[in-house]
């Protein structure tokens, strides 16, 4: 029988096996894509642990986890992005993956990172790691000549076009700003500022209103005939509704050169209540992002409603979490520890889903996540209200 390792791995050693893994699993081939191109941008990543299955000397599975921050409830926590997540066919079926993602979570909860997210391949696969899936972000589409009525109105601001590779840095400080008021909202922490000046792949049009930068989106104008171009803005954030306004008054200009605009949008956006007129086309991105606690103890901090109770935590993934915890509230804020007698079992699922705010307690039971009493569900329906958590990245 072959041995195999499990082994943590630098960039330059995982380069080779993610290079062919990732090729053949998550693109179309042959032929495979420019080796040398794709390896630049791996290198350019910062703050990325790797793993790799070895059968002997051979590299037949990986995973890799990049550095996040992620704002839940009003605090902000250390995350990590999973991806990478592929095994050579001839490997499948044995439990790899699984192992892999184990080991990797282990080094994310030393580094001190309590959360954990990724874009599922198969949701059912990673809800059973302890994934829950979050909101499906939103995709509009409409024609450019309804906002035609904005272009008469002095909205008290103006917009400012650059590109990304320019902006960068103004499109991550306004990033980091929304992040503190946007529930799930997850960045890269060192984001990818080389690659974005090197490509400059995206227009950023930035709104201002006294000089200060109130909204942005990032956007591409593509298709092969001038007038019958998409405008695709795949960000599109504002402060507030002047900021909007200014943000559509720019699209608006476009009615010449664009006959659609589709915009990405977090799930709590409605669109369709902007202008009367605006009659949109809307559809949910097929993949959808989820989340997982990595670690309980982590999670003291976000913003709750009064109340408190126990739970012994089953995560077979994570032992670590597996223990009676009080969770309270105190000035506000969660507060965790060890508990005694416990009020309820709740799987690691069922944590994610109170943090996040996707599940009513009552869901558990015919979710297998556990079946708290009528009156804990009362109690945690208050200490976690129902929330719509956007991830923003995208990977």
């Avoid at 605090?75 to 192992?99: H, I, M, N, Q």
């Avoid at 590779?165 to 799930?184: F, N, V």
């Avoid at 995560?315 to 009080?326: G, H, I, K, Q, S």
């Amino acid at each position: 029988m072959t041995q195999t390792t499990i082994r943590r791995m630098s960039t330059e050693e995982v380069l080779g096996p993610l290079f062919r893994l990732t090729s053949y699993s998550l693109h179309p081939s042959p032929p495979f894509r420019d080796e040398d191109d794709w390896a630049d941008i791996i290198r350019g990543r910062k703050g990325v642990v790797y793993f790799a299955m070895l059968e002997g000397d051979e590299a037949v599975a990986t995973v890799a986890g990049s550095a996040m921050t992620q704002q839940v409830r009003g605090e902000l926590y250390d995350a990590s992005g999973v991806w990478g997540v592929v095994t050579d066919p001839a490997a499948r079926g044995k439990g790899y993956c699984r192992r892999l993602i184990a080991s990797l979570l282990a080094a994310h909860r030393d580094e001190g990172r309590p959360l954990s997210c990724l874009y599922p391949f198969r949701a059912s696969f990673y809800e059973r790691l302890g994934y829950v899936k979050l909101p499906l972000p939103l995709r509009v589409r409409f024609d450019p000549k309804v906002l035609l009525p904005l272009l008469k109105k002095d909205l008290g601001g103006e917009v400012e076009l650059m590109l990304i590779g320019d902006g960068y840095d103004t499109y991550r400080s306004y990033l980091s700003r929304l992040q503190r008021r946007i529930h799930g909202m997850a960045m890269f922490v060192h984001g990818e500022k080389e690659r974005a000046q090197r490509t400059n792949r995206s227009w950023l049009a930035v709104a201002k209103v006294d000089g200060e930068v109130v909204g942005l989106m990032l956007y591409r104008l593509e298709g092969q005939e001038v007038t019958q171009f998409t405008l695709r803005a795949h960000r599109f954030y504002y402060d507030n509704s002047r900021a909007k306004y200014l943000l559509l008054q720019w699209i608006s200009r476009h009615v010449d050169q664009a006959s659609e605009v589709e915009l990405w949008l977090s799930p709590f956006e409605r669109p369709e209540t902007w202008l009367a007129d605006l009659h949109v086309s809307a559809e949910s991105f097929a993949r959808g992002p989820m989340g997982r606690v990595v670690d309980v103890a982590g999670l003291a901090g976000m913003e709750i409603g009064p109340g408190r109770f126990t739970a012994r935590v089953s995560d077979p993934l994570c032992p670590w979490n597996e223990a009676v915890w009080r969770f309270e509230t105190e000035d506000g804020r969660l507060r965790v520890g060890p508990g005694n007698q416990a009020d309820s079992e709740l799987t690691i699922q069922a944590m994610a889903a109170l943090i996040y705010g996707t599940h009513d307690p009552a869901d558990f039971v015919f979710r297998n996540w556990g079946d708290p009493p009528e009156a804990l569900r009362a109690t945690m329906r208050t200490m976690f209200p129902p929330q719509v958590p956007y991830l923003h990245e995208m990977f």
